[in-house]
């Protein structure tokens, strides 16, 4: 097996030179031509003075070029620290900082020495002689950075080994079952842990990636799926929203093809998740749980007869997942007792960067402690009931809010719910529902709450429905409940 992910490139470029490794919605690259691109790279950054060991912030795109620019710099022992696209230059200078970056590259161009645009890096590759060692990157070199979304307080840098890397795509490649002549589409931001590690997927198993530039161009989404003959797919829950709203049900003419989905980084709406199936029948439809600081580190196919409410499944091939006490001492669980969900393997993150206390916080002895409700079941998966703080203590039963919001959004007129825990005298916590309506429509809130009284034990069904004017979520999806556990519109 290989070492790196740069690696893993360059041997498949030997053995499979003319295979499709990577499109773009400008064109494509086999992994020949994909491997000289890199080296070429790795030759212009090397003559650049940037050495070993340096970090390198980079803007991320969907394109070959951004990805290219990665493994260049990885290629040299460089590491890569990516943001988002668009990011507002006060951030990438201030991540800069953070890291003491010897360069920076971004999409526009900039004053100052080693501040590259992508325009600069075409005449840098054109210019450089290939970057030539015998040697490649180790699994215990730093590899890259990755700054966490950071919904609230400031963002971390998780730092990552290029054995880290390894893992998390040997994780993802066992886990969905990848064949050899994959061809995956994936429209996530290419600087986040998601989309990145689906195409790490990809490269260890010498695979192809179309990478698409917005989820919601759907012309280019169809058009990507005709050219390249794509039968696999990464979409986060958002975008699944968009495409099945936009498409009009034409993912049904690809039913036949399509092997997999991965979905992942947020909860998927329940009327998501019937229509996805009901248009795929035949298709593996994943639901994967990690972080960025873990990866992929459980599965669950959900597209079957016996699919399990809240199921993450079972660990993935390089992770070992146990429960432990409020004291992270290990325990075993049941429905009736649950326990805090840990991760140990060899895709876990090293720790955040220069944040010993925050890493401490996290981990211990390599292992990453979440703070995520959870218990093992009679057939050996995985149910996840929610985030410690957000799961409903109802008189000693405990709720998972993603069930309530899952019966609520059955309920016609409900764009989008909310369910957090709140306090009662007598019950300890009771759960409390926030709707968004359709435009255009006024939910019926005792009509609702009879809805769920027919669908959910009565300990479950909210004592408290409040309207919203819109549910907060982050850009990929993510419900943003931590918001919503204060005081809030009226009562109904």
Not at 373 to 384: H, K, S, T, V
């Amino acid at each position: 097996m290989f070492d790196s992910i740069v690696e893993a490139v360059f041997r498949h470029a030997e053995q499979s030179p003319d295979r499709l490794c990577l499109a773009d919605d400008n064109g494509r690259i086999t992994y020949r031509a994909y491997a000289q691109k890199i080296a070429r790279l790795a030759g212009a950054f090397a003559r650049e003075g940037v050495a070993p060991g340096d970090r390198v912030v980079v803007e991320a795109c969907q394109t070959i070029d951004y990805l290219a620019a990665e493994l260049a710099l990885q290629r040299i022992g460089a590491i890569f620290v990516p943001l988002e696209h668009n990011c507002v230059p006060g951030k990438i200078d201030a991540i800069a900082d953070r890291v003491q970056a010897v360069a920076i590259i971004a999409c526009r161009p900039g004053d100052g020495a080693r501040r590259w645009c992508y325009e600069d890096l075409a005449r840098m590759e054109s210019e450089a002689a290939p970057f030539e060692s015998e040697t490649w990157p180790g699994r215990a070199d730093v590899g890259e950075i990755l700054f966490s979304t950071g919904t609230t307080g400031r963002e971390k840098g998780i730092v990552l080994t290029h054995g880290n890397d390894i893992a998390l795509a040997e994780n993802v490649i066992h886990g969905v079952e990848m064949a050899a002549d994959n061809v995956e589409m994936i429209p996530s931001p290419m600087n986040h842990s998601h989309g990145l590690r689906r195409y790490y997927g990809d490269m260890v198993n010498g695979s192809s990636v179309v990478v698409l530039g917005s989820a919601m161009n759907m012309k280019q989404f169809f058009k990507n799926m005709d050219e390249y003959n794509v039968n696999a797919l990464d979409l986060v829950p958002a975008a699944l929203t968009a495409v099945l709203k936009l498409s009009r049900g034409r993912l049904k003419d690809y039913a036949d093809r399509i092997r997999y989905i991965q979905f992942g980084a947020a909860p998927m709406p329940e009327a998501d998740r019937r229509e996805i199936c009901r248009l795929l029948p035949h298709s593996r439809l994943y639901n994967f749980y990690g972080s960025t600081e873990s990866g992929c580190v459980a599965l669950y196919n959900f597209n079957r007869p016996d699919a399990k409410p809240n199921c993450i499944g079972k660990p993935a091939c390089n992770a070992r997942l146990f429960f432990v006490d409020d004291d992270r001492r290990e325990i075993e669980t049941s429905a009736e007792r649950a326990g805090l969900l840990a991760s140990a393997g060899s895709m876990n993150m090293l720790g955040y960067w220069q944040d010993d206390e925050e890493t401490a916080r996290a981990m211990a002895n390599g292992a990453i402690y979440s703070n995520d409700e959870a218990y093992l079941d009679a057939d050996g998966d995985i149910i996840l009931l929610g985030r410690r703080g957000y799961v409903i203590n109802v008189g000693g039963s405990k709720v998972a809010p993603e069930e309530i919001e899952d019966a609520a959004m059955g309920f016609e007129g409900v764009a989008d719910c909310a369910a957090v825990p709140v306090s009662d005298p007598h019950r300890g916590d009771v759960p409390k529902l926030y709707v968004q309506s359709k435009p255009g429509c006024a939910v019926d809130f005792a009509a609702l709450r009879a809805f769920l009284a027919g669908r959910l034990e009565a300990y479950k069904v909210p004592a408290l429905i409040e309207a919203i004017d819109r549910i907060p979520r982050t850009y990929n999806g993510k419900l943003l409940r931590r918001e919503l556990m204060g005081d809030g519109a009226k009562k109904a």
